[in-house]
């Protein structure tokens, strides 16, 4: 069983940025190249909503509607972690965020759908005040 673990969440104003990330815990490694890596939060009372993904190798990224055009997921493979830079912060983005390993290895696109992933980390509270 994978295990990942977020980290850089908090308590940020309106028009801040935060950087999130995702680290395959020690003891639980896993080919971490060879599969797309995501990011899904929850708010309070809210179904869970996807933030964005990163295709196995790189090469291609998704974003939801709602954060689009401000925020960025990258990933490092020699660290087995992936990140989330967020811009611009207003408080409908605060919510639990949570990153997620694609069930399939080398999937041919960019997996969106809570369905395609099945690792989940504990996740991370992000609160906008505003």
């Known amino acids: 069983q994978v295990q990942l673990v977020e980290s850089g969440g908090g308590l940020v104003q309106a028009g801040g940025s935060l950087r999130l990330s995702c680290a395959v815990a020690s003891g639980f490694t896993f080919p971490f190249s060879q599969f797309a890596m995501g990011w899904f939060r929850q708010a309070p009372g809210k179904e869970r909503e996807f933030v964005a993904a990163?295709?196995?190798?790189?090469?291609?990224?998704r974003y939801g509607d709602s954060v689009e055009g401000r925020v960025t997921i990258s990933r490092d493979n020699a660290k087995n972690t992936v990140y989330l830079q967020m811009n611009n912060l207003n408080a409908d983005d605060t919510a639990i965020y949570y990153c997620?390993?694609?069930?399939?290895?080398?999937?041919?696109?960019?997996?969106?759908?809570?369905?395609?992933?099945?690792?989940w980390g504990q996740g991370t509270q992000v609160t906008v005040s505003s």
């Open positions: 997620a390993k694609d069930r399939q290895r080398r999937r041919s696109y960019v997996p969106t759908s809570h369905w395609d992933f099945n690792s």
């Open positions: 990163t295709k196995w190798d790189g090469d291609a990224s």
